[in-house]
Each structure stands twice: as C-alpha cells, then as structure tokens.
T-cell receptor, first 118, second 114 residues
Framework: NAGVTQTPKFQVLKTGQSMTLQCAQDMNHEYMSWYRQDPGMGLRLIHYSVGAGITDQGEVPNGYNVSRSTTEDFPLRLLSAAPSQTSVYFC?????????????????FGPGTRLTVL | LAKTTQPISMDSYEGQEVNITCSHNNIATNDYITWYQQFPSQGPRFIIQGYKTKVTNEVASLFIPADRKSSTLSLPRVSLSDTAVYYCLVGDPARSGGYNKLIFGAGTRLAVHP
C-alpha cells in the first residue's frame, strides 16, 4: 500500500491564482481530511469528508473548496490564493465506521504539500 | 471540544524515561485521549489512544487517572530519534455525525540530547 499520497510536494503561486492540491489513499478509508500547519503551530482542520459525496467544514474553511467523488480521492482547491494561505498542507485518512473505536482517531497523514503564495 | 494544555517544550537525555502530561479539565464522558508524534517536515503519526487507566503498546504507555482530567504519555528509554513534537488530543468519535474533529494544539517539543 502506498498509504496517503499528496501532490505536488512544493508549489509557489502568485496572489489570485487558483490551484488544486491532490490527495489520494489506497486503504479504502471512509474518512479523509485536510489540515494546514503554519510555522511553529499545530494543525488546523480545513475540511473533512466522512464518505464519498459527503463533506463538511472544519476550523478554517474560508478560501478553500473540497469534493469527494470517490473513496480514494479528496482534492483541495484554493479559489484565489492569498499570502495568508502560505502554509504546509496535510491530507489524512482514517478507517472511520468500518473499524473499531480507535479507528476514528487513528489518522494516517500524507507527506504534506509546502505552499508559498507571493 | 475539549481544550488541552501541554508543556511547550521538554529536554531529556538518551536512555531516560520521558513523561509528558496533558491537562484536559473539560473532557466529556465519551471523549478518548489520543497522542500523535510529528517529526520535522513530516505529517503527524498516531502513537497511542486510551479512555481510562493504562494503555501500553510497543512504542509508549498512556496513563489516565480516574478523573480523566489529565493524561501522561510515557516514553521509555528515549533515543535521539524520539526528538519530535508530541500532540495530545481529546475527542468523541460519535460526535459530529461520526467524524471526530480532533483539534491539534501547539504540542510539546521534546529534545533528546546525547
């Protein structure tokens, strides 16, 4: 299993540009989520999904869109990039209802995408 | 969601036991306590989870007193490779429509010295 994969690893955007960060998992996990991590800070939840076709907002959803058309993929779209969105973005997945209680909390994280907005 | 408080940083030496305590005074009845580890330039990695008393796995032990208002992550005989940030999170997997919106705080930066 490849686990959780993210592309690209690095990206530089200009203010106002849009782009999509890709996330895929091959573990058949129900739950997927996107976090951002600013330097020296913890992770903040952007959006999450509890299954194909179902998404919801986290702590900091403004400026981002998500969709979940398949179990495997959960792309994050930046609509109009701003310097405040400069951060490292992590995608994560967890088994959810298909596993034991521990499966809700055991999230598997991807390697991250380092985004800089100029 | 329950708020957690951890020390910002800790220092230790190779071979020592390290205990990181997390306070969660407003933990709810159905909340579980979960710990993650994060190395620089990597995503967090799940370490251990518990509800009450003691849980042990191949990596760490988690001690939870009866009132559950705090928990202690214990790392036996640390090595240089245990230098990382450790996050304590609490949450209820049954809330939010089945998704546990775990909140990551700033964590505890553990530095292990030779």
């Amino acid at each position: 299993n490849a686990g959780v994969t993210q592309t690209p690893k690095f990206q530089v955007l200009k203010t106002g540009q849009s782009m999509t960060l890709q996330c895929a998992q091959d573990m058949n996990h129900e739950y997927m989520s996107w976090y951002r991590q600013d330097p020296g800070m913890g992770l903040r939840l952007i959006h999450y999904s509890v299954g194909a076709g179902i998404t919801d907002q986290g702590e900091v959803p403004n400026g981002y869109n998500v969709s979940r058309s398949t179990t495997e993929d959960f792309p994050l779209r930046l609509l109009s990039a701003a310097p405040s969105q400069t951060s490292v973005y992590f995608c994560a997945s967890s088994p959810g209802t298909s596993g034991s209680v521990i499966s809700y909390n055991e999230q598997f994280f991807g390697p991250g995408t380092r985004l800089t907005v100029l | 969601l329950a708020k957690t408080t951890q020390p910002i940083s800790m220092d230790s030496y190779e071979g020592q036991e390290v205990n990181i305590t997390c306070s969660h005074n407003n933990i709810a009845t159905n909340d579980y306590i979960t710990w993650y580890q994060q190395f620089p330039s990597q995503g967090p990695r799940f370490i251990i989870q518990g509800y009450k008393t003691k849980v042990t796995n191949e990596v760490a032990s988690l001690f939870i007193p009866a009132d559950r208002k705090s928990s202690t992550l214990s790392l036996p005989r640390v090595s240089l490779s245990d230098t990382a940030v450790y996050y304590c999170l609490v949450g209820d997997p049954a809330r939010s429509g089945g998704y546990n919106k775990l909140i990551f705080g700033a964590g505890t930066r553990l530095a292990v010295h030779p």
